[in-house]
């Protein structure tokens, strides 16, 4: 099956930094790649996604690029806000599977 | 629009009962609704496909005799764990996929349920 890696585990950066979280993926055939935001204790929230046929697609200050011929797929947070702080998670599918989900990168954005 | 609830938001219960949680979606028809267990600081562990009309499909090492999902509307799916031992102690969400969404895989997630076994 699918097995979805996601890095760093955690991020620190400084109000008005960039951050960047990176998954690889498994299977080629994969085509579907969503982002989510957890905050404590809450339901995740897709924040973006990016189908296989994409390369890149951004929404303000939030991007993600995806590389097929690599297997892997970024989320870029730019001009980071201490708002943005909470658990990311990437997660892969194909077609209508389920998704596999990343194990998450708590980010924290500082002040 | 794409709205999930779930419910209760929180349970605590004893050991060896059953506790029932339940999956809305409030304003699509989900033909397919997904349950999942996550533990503290850990990524969300898919348990089972609930897909309306017909039994789940249980991922690997998930007993089905032991959570019980029941999907018999386009908008309602249960999860019942029975027989709940402090192990179960989790949060259990729940996400369902717009059945009208053409071809994207998008999962919408509902907020949660703490459960605590005493």
């Known amino acids: 099956g699918e097995n979805v890696e996601q890095h760093p585990s955690t991020l620190s950066v400084q109000e008005g930094d960039s951050a960047v979280i990176k998954c690889t993926y498994s299977?080629?055939?994969?085509?579907?790649f969503p982002w989510y935001k957890q905050e404590l204790g809450k339901r995740p929230q897709l924040i973006i996604d990016?189908?296989?046929?994409?390369g890149e697609k951004k929404d303000q200050r939030i991007a993600v690029t995806l590389n097929k011929t690599a297997k892997h797929f970024s989320l870029h947070i730019t001009e980071t806000q201490p708002e943005d702080s909470a658990v990311y998670f990437c997660?892969?599918?194909?077609?209508?599977?389920?998704?596999?989900f990343g194990k998450g990168t708590m980010l924290l954005v500082s002040p | 629009g794409a709205v999930v609830s779930q419910h209760p938001s929180w349970v605590i219960c004893k050991s060896g009962t059953s506790v029932k949680i339940e999956c809305r979606s409030l304003d699509f028809q989900a033909t397919t609704m997904f349950w999942y267990r996550q533990f503290p600081k850990q990524s969300l562990m898919l348990m089972a496909t609930s897909n309306e009309g017909s039994k789940a499909t249980y991922e690997q090492g998930v007993e089905k005799d032991k959570f019980l999902i029941n999907h018999a509307s386009l908008t309602l799916s249960t999860l019942t764990v029975t027989s709940a031992h402090p192990e179960d102690s989790s949060f259990y969400i729940c996400?369902?996929?717009?059945?009208?969404?053409?071809?994207?895989?998008?999962?919408?997630f509902g907020p949660g349920t703490r459960l605590t076994v005493l």
């Open positions: 299977d080629s055939a994969s085509n579907y």
């Open positions: 996400s369902a996929r717009d059945g009208a969404g053409g071809q994207i895989n998008e999962q919408f």
């Open positions: 997660a892969a599918s194909i077609g209508w599977s389920t998704l596999t």
């Open positions: 990016i189908r296989s046929n994409v």
